[in-house]
């Protein structure tokens, strides 16, 4: 049971890594990014807004799988922002 539960674990922590092994280093640090949904992100003339971080447009880039992504620091500095095809 313990080998089972072990096996699921590891196959899934290797396929998050596989799914968002193509944030940018600068922008994830291995650990700042999630996917949201896209309706979350609100725009203004200079920035996007998520939960009311503001990201600045020049650091939004696109998405490899289609979905909207946001990489913020643990501090709550905004670091990236990934919308599907679009930037």
């Given at each position: 049971?313990?080998?089972?539960a072990?096996?699921?674990?590891l196959?899934?922590n290797?396929a998050?890594?596989?799914g968002?092994e193509w944030?940018p280093?600068h922008?994830?640090?291995d650990?700042?990014?999630k996917?949201?949904?896209c309706?979350e992100?609100k725009?203004s003339?200079?920035?996007?807004w998520?939960?009311?971080?503001?990201?600045?447009?020049?650091?939004?880039y696109?998405?490899?799988d289609g979905a909207c992504h946001?990489c913020?620091?643990?501090?709550g500095?905004?670091?990236?922002?990934?919308f599907?095809?679009?930037?």
């Amino acid at each position: 049971m313990i080998r089972y539960a072990l096996a699921i674990l590891l196959s899934a922590n290797g396929a998050y890594v596989q799914g968002h092994e193509w944030y940018p280093q600068h922008c994830c640090s291995d650990q700042d990014c999630k996917p949201v949904n896209c309706e979350e992100i609100k725009t203004s003339p200079d920035y996007y807004w998520w939960h009311g971080i503001g990201f600045p447009r020049n650091a939004s880039y696109p998405s490899q799988d289609g979905a909207c992504h946001v990489c913020v620091s643990v501090g709550g500095t905004p670091r990236c922002l990934f919308f599907g095809g679009v930037s």
